[in-house]
């Protein structure tokens, strides 16, 4: 049986089991003032605070979101800095204190898991809490079998479970120990939407009782806006952006940020006016390409960087007449490939863009290479960035 065809209990039952376990610690804040320096030039540093709940950090290869995760956990020593989970210091290099991983009490989930092969479910849970009483231990693992629908698969082992019932062992695994923090590294990377979204649900549901803040690392936008309350954008070792998912990815500042917000269009753009009356700007991408865009700080003559969403861009067959969209770019169809329920059309403007349409309107339009077509992009549409 797969994760996703467990039987669903009632919310009552969920919050029961949840709250038999919970802390009794009030919820406290990770707090992070982190340096850490590496060969090559890259530099780890972090100074933020964390609340209790669901936190993603979010930012290309690179960016140290692991090592930072490592630092928490007490597998990576900083150079200099302070980290403490309210009152409890785990890391503070003026006082000389820095905790080893087993006295910081962290919960961390891998990307592989790390599951004992050789021991069952239940076994891989018990082993965070081999030290306790055997009637404790019992009821510990107990209650978070039954919070992360798992119960019926105490006895087998990980070659025995789909890869979503993997990942709640794994999770529940982290969560028995009642940890100050939860550390997740892309845990769910492998998972389809709905087995993703149902363990979600269920850590939620756990968190709600116990208020710690988690930590949860990923490269996918679709994650960012489904399971954080709140994101943190991490480039080159430092934080560029902080607030919820919305505030973070819809209008970002820098490019590789957009890139990974999924901004399929990024574009040189050149200031040609400066259309103060109506808070936009006038610039020119390609060789003659007039696009407006909102008005920011930028002289007349100074290239930009302007990020246009595929899913934002309308396709027609005709010259629109009467819209209140300003920007109408004349071109020809270079290619039209599906995607799963979405297609994308490639469109020549002098510059190539992409936009994204659906099954229906391909079939209505009738797109194929070569035809003329007209994009129509609203200013509020463009977003204009750093490199």
Known sequence: MSASELPVRSPEVKSQAAKSDAQT??????????RKAFAGGFALDVN???????????GPSGAGKTTLLDCIAGLT???AGRIAVGEKIFFDQAHAINLSPQKRNTGYVFQDLALFPHFSAEQNIEFGISQLPADERREKVRAIL????????????????????????????????????????EPLAALDAATKSKIIEDLREWNNAHQIPIVYVTHSREEVFALGERAL?????????????????SAPRRETVAQLAGFENILD?????????RGTMTCQI??????????????????????????????????????????ILPGDVVSVERRDMIVAAKVNCGVEMEAHLTLAARDSLALEPGREVWLVVKTHSCHLMQG
């Open 286 to 327: 390609g060789a003659s390409i007039l696009l407006e865009t909102p008005l920011v700080r930028a002289a007349i003559g100074e290239t930009l960087r302007v990020g246009i969403r595929a899913g934002d861009i309308l396709i027609s067959t005709i010259l629109p007449m009467g819209l209140s969209a300003r920007n």
């Open 48 to 58: 933020v605070s964390i609340a209790p709940g669901i936190t993603i950090l979010f």
């Open 77 to 79: 020593t900083p150079d």
């Open 146 to 185: 039954e919070s992360f629908r798992i119960g019926p698969l105490s006895s087998r082992k990980p070659q025995e479970l789909s890869g979503g019932e993997k990942q709640r062992v794994a999770v529940a695994r982290a969560l028995v120990t009642n940890p100050r923090v939860l550390l997740l590294d």
């Open 233 to 249: 954008i991490l480039e080159n070792g430092k934080i560029t952006a902080q607030g919820t998912p919305h505030e973070v990815l």
């Open 269 to 277: 753009a050149t200031v040609l006016t400066l259309n103060e009356d």
């Open 25 to 34: 610690l009030p919820a406290q804040p990770l707090n992070l003032n982190v």
